[in-house]
């Protein structure tokens, strides 16, 4: 079995969040910190941005009324509102058997551990191959009405929304599973032509994407979701997992990773 690392982490601001996953990486990179799955959530609310999606497509006069947060990703994708959710992240070197072979092979392999974890959870999920779907200007800015390959889907509505980017340092993905809440919500968060056309937006995505509790009519909270996510890439990779917390080194890193980088303008607010 290969041994990882499996990290919760306190809920905390979209900055600090990104930063962190970003000082894993760097790290283990360098040989001081193992792979790691690290599960966490969010506080307060934060829209995120995939790195390269237009800064324009945030309506950040609602946003702020609202007290949400906004940050931009490492990895690609489009608009996700981290809320009443529980996000993963999986940080490794490419050579990992879990991530080795490229984008498709680990996003497959790691998307057999999920449809595990959510099917501990008691949902009837199913894995939809799409072909990828390049952003346009034009296209849809929210990541959860948009197909992507390897999609877990329940009764043909999206479930959990996923990205990697794979970097020098090694492979960065990200993905989060809505337990519960309103959906919709995120099109408070974006911008659209008229009143019209976001309400327009939020009925599409309510046809296309679910959460947890609206597929089998309970709640289901944060620690039990942790607790099967854990178990799937346990039984589904062959990985053993020793609980630990971020080093001093990896807080230090991140820290400074906010105040430079996600936190700054000039990686949040780039078109």
């Given at each position: ?11 905390a601001t979209g ?93 497959n392999r790691i ?161």
């Amino acid at each position: 079995m290969t041994t990882w690392r499996l990290l919760h982490t306190p809920p905390a601001t979209g900055a600090w969040n990104m930063a962190v996953d970003e000082s894993i990486l760097e790290h283990i990179y360098r040989g001081e910190s193992k792979p790691t799955l690290r599960l966490y959530s969010w506080n307060p609310p934060c829209l995120s941005l995939g790195h390269a999606q237009p800064f324009a497509d945030v309506d950040m006069e609602r946003l702020k009324s609202r007290g949400w947060d906004v940050v931009r990703r490492a990895t690609g994708g489009r608009a996700i509102l981290h809320t009443d959710e529980l996000t993963y992240s999986v940080t490794g070197r490419e050579d990992d058997p879990v991530l080795v072979g490229g984008i498709l092979e680990s996003y497959n392999r790691i998307a057999q551990a999920l449809m595990y974890a959510v099917r501990e959870l008691g949902l009837p999920v199913e894995m939809k191959e799409h072909a990828d779907q390049p952003a346009t200007k034009n296209s849809n800015p929210v990541c959860f009405e948009v197909p992507s390959t390897y999609e877990i889907t329940v009764n043909g509505k999206k479930l959990i929304g996923s990205a990697q980017a794979r970097k020098k340092e090694g492979v960065l993905q990200h993905g989060s599973l809505p337990l519960t809440g309103d959906l919709t919500r995120i099109c408070q968060a974006l911008k659209f032509k008229d009143e019209s056309a976001r309400e327009v937006a939020a009925q599409r995505l309510l046809a296309r994407a679910t959460t947890v509790q609206s597929v089998i009519g309970e709640k289901k909270d944060w620690g039990t979701a942790a607790q099967a996510f854990a178990r799937g890439f346990e039984v589904q990779l062959g990985i053993s997992f020793e609980s630990e917390v971020l080093s001093p080194s990896e807080e230090k890193r991140a820290a400074e990773l906010v105040e430079k980088k996600y936190a700054h303008p000039s990686w949040t607010e780039k078109s």
